[in-house]
Nanobody
Framework: QVQLVESGGGLVQAGGSLRLSCAAS????????LAWFRQAPGKEREFVAS????????YYADSLKGRFTISRDNAKNTAYLQMNSLKPEDTAVYYC?????????????????WGQGTQVTVSS
């Protein structure tokens, strides 16, 4: 199994940037594709981005392309989500997730391992 812990959330003004981190422990993190999801109050958890085991391939929700960048450093057992030009509608709890399946998975049920989430609040 793999354990995931997110950090880096906080309060930021619209137009600002944040970088989230996801620290993994347990089984070798390079065995897993990783992803970020988010969930706003009253809404379903939605896919943000995913990255392959090697980090060479990534996939993004269409609405977030160009503003968010997912990356990983397997030597540090850490994944990242760089978020730029943040908008109030980006306000949500952001979750890191891991799957033993392909990085092309975009549905939450396809990810078997989850962190506790980190709150991102974007003020207007």
């Amino acid at each position: 199994q793999v354990q995931l812990v997110e950090s880096g959330g906080g309060l930021v003004q619209a137009g600002g940037s944040l970088r989230l981190s996801c620290a993994a422990s347990g089984r070798t993190v390079s065995n897993y594709a990783l992803a970020w999801f988010r969930q706003a109050p009253g809404k379903e958890r939605e896919f943000v981005a995913s990255i392959s085991r090697t980090g060479r391939s990534t996939y993004y929700a269409d609405s977030l392309k160009g503003r968010f960048t997912i990356s990983r450093d397997n030597a540090k057992n850490t994944a990242y989500l760089q978020m730029n030009s943040l908008k109030p509608e980006d306000t949500a709890v952001y979750y890191c997730a891991a799957t033993e399946g392909p990085y092309s998975y975009t549905r939450a049920p396809d990810y078997g391992y989850w962190g506790q989430g980190t709150q991102v609040t974007v003020s207007s």
